[in-house]
């Protein structure tokens, strides 16, 4: 049997820790050997917890250290596409939280750095394309069941954002992973996007958008419409119905049961839901698929997941969107040829 992978995080927050502790307890074949974060005290603690190495915020020395085989990249924003490329100066495999870079060119450079190592090694965090419910909505729309797949109607709400959260962000940090799962739900390129803004919610004022409608049109003329609040005044709430051409196939709701009764007999209003408030609750198996599923291709030798130019795109849509605001128009994706890598 292969050696586990030894693995090193850069990044020890929220979806840091998740992933440290989820590799260590839930992952076969990988094991967390050295923790990094540009606050030295966040990786001590997290090493601390599980009796491995602690890089403190020297997150270059845990990458070039010849122990790590392997590197998750799970620090804010800004940093991934610089981190990134020093995993791959290394030619080590490396796993980068979405999204892959908040810009199309640095997206473009580490595209260019796997060409000329001659495999994908990175490979990016868009979780979804492994919850159970996005995998079965597939599975019915590849199968032509109820026929082709003419528009998708999509939400993605938010309890709350912490500080310094700006109106691009609703698109760059939260919509990205609607921007991924939609074209790999249709299996469709997009062709062009726009952002509008629309009534406020009174939930937000701290000065961006709340909500934003964000239109999508496919090189096949498919439709979609994401809704994303990012204070929504209740929960986390993750919807997606695609209407096909003879029916409809809309994303379940995770762990709960619905209840249809009369209110006079049970007491109960006739129909309830539960609301999670957490998106590591709502995709705790994802995660756990993902990694488990990313460590076994890194043991063969070739990713399978999402890779960088998954992430490539991701980030053209974005900036269209982005750049679409307040202008009334639709602009045009434009993406680079696609290499035979990614193909």
């Not at 049997?1 to 020890?12: E, S």
């Not at 001659?118 to 019915?140: H, S, T």
């Not at 890194?298 to 795109?313: F, I, K, N, R």
Request: aromatic share 8%; glycine share 8%.
């Amino acid at each position: 049997m292969a050696q586990d992978l030894k693995i090193g995080i850069i990044g020890c927050g929220a979806i840091g820790k998740d992933h440290c502790r989820r590799i260590i307890q839930t992952v076969p074949g990988a094991t967390v050997v050295a923790v990094s974060d540009y606050v030295a005290a966040a990786a001590d603690e997290t090493a601390a917890l599980y009796g491995i190495r602690s890089f403190g915020n020297d997150c270059d020395g845990m990458i070039k250290d010849p122990e790590v085989e392997a590197v998750v990249i799970t620090s804010i924003d800004p940093t991934h596409h610089d981190y990134v490329m020093k995993v791959l100066a290394e030619k080590k495999w490396c796993f980068c939280e979405k999204p892959l870079s908040q810009n199309a060119k640095d997206c473009e450079e580490i595209m260019a750095k796997e060409l000329e190592i001659g495999k994908k090694m990175v490979q990016v965090g868009f979780m979804r394309r492994y919850d159970r419910g996005y995998a079965e909505m597939k599975r019915i729309i590849e199968s032509g069941e109820i026929g082709r797949p003419i528009l998708i109607k999509a939400a993605h709400r938010n309890v709350s954002q912490g500080p310094g959260f700006k109106t691009e962000n609703g698109v760059t940090n939260v919509a990205i992973h609607e921007l991924d799962i939609c074209r790999w739900l249709l299996g469709e390129e997009y062709k062009d996007v726009q952002c509008v803004r629309v009534r406020q919610s009174a939930n937000s004022n701290k000065g961006y958008d709340n909500p934003q409608v964000m239109l999508m049109r496919t090189q096949n003329d498919c439709f979609i419409d994401v809704e994303v609040q990012v204070a929504d005044g209740y929960g986390y709430d993750i919807q997606c119905e695609v209407v096909c051409e003879n029916g409809t196939v809309k994303l379940p709701d995770p762990y709960a049961v619905v209840r249809r009764s009369r209110p006079d007999v049970t007491k109960d209003p006739g129909e309830t839901m539960p609301i999670m408030t957490d998106w590591k609750e709502r995709f705790i198996e994802a995660y756990d698929i993902e990694m488990c599923e990313w460590v076994k291709s890194v043991h063969a030798g070739q990713l399978t997941g999402p890779s960088s130019w998954d992430g490539y795109v991701a980030c053209v849509a974005g900036d269209a969107l982005n750049a679409s605001r307040g202008t009334s128009e639709f602009l045009p994706v434009k993406t680079i040829e696609k290499p035979e890598l990614y193909k």
